[in-house]
């Protein structure tokens, strides 16, 4: 049995403001894609509960079905993309990274 091939995106992040990472904090975001569902991890793990619960709680406001969910016990976030194919949750990662101005790093594997 052939293990999958998934994609890695490396992303180093700072938020000027202080809303999601403390200021003067440069943190690392690393996004694991594979078909249909991408994980999320920071480096710092309060970080990406901070940000998952966050990302669930504006789903709720919105009356929009929950596709992110967070684990703890992995200390990553779990976003579902019903439908996509892997490079399609790249390519929508990668316009959103590009629109909050940030440098992106890809590894396939």
């Keep these: ?3 999958e091939k998934i994609i890695r995106i490396k ?4 938020d000027p403001k202080g809303l999601l990472i403390p200021v003067g904090v440069t943190e690392t975001l ?3 894609i594979a078909n249909g569902v991408a994980t999320f991890r920071f480096k710092d793990a309060r970080t990406t509960k901070r940000i998952a619960l966050i990302e669930i709680q504006e789903n709720e406001n919105r009356g929009k079905e929950a596709n992110t969910i967070y684990m ?5 976030a779990i976003t579902r993309y019903p439908g996509k ?5 790249r390519d929508h990662l990668l ?3 590009k629109q909050m101005g940030v440098n992106v790093k890809l590894k396939d594997e």
């Design 85 to 89: 194919t892997k490079e399609e949750i």
């Design 11 to 14: 992303v180093n992040m700072k």
């Design 30 to 32: 690393t996004a694991e």
């Design 72 to 76: 703890e016990r992995f200390q990553k």
């Design 95 to 97: 316009n959103l990274f």
């Design 1 to 3: 049995m052939e293990r």
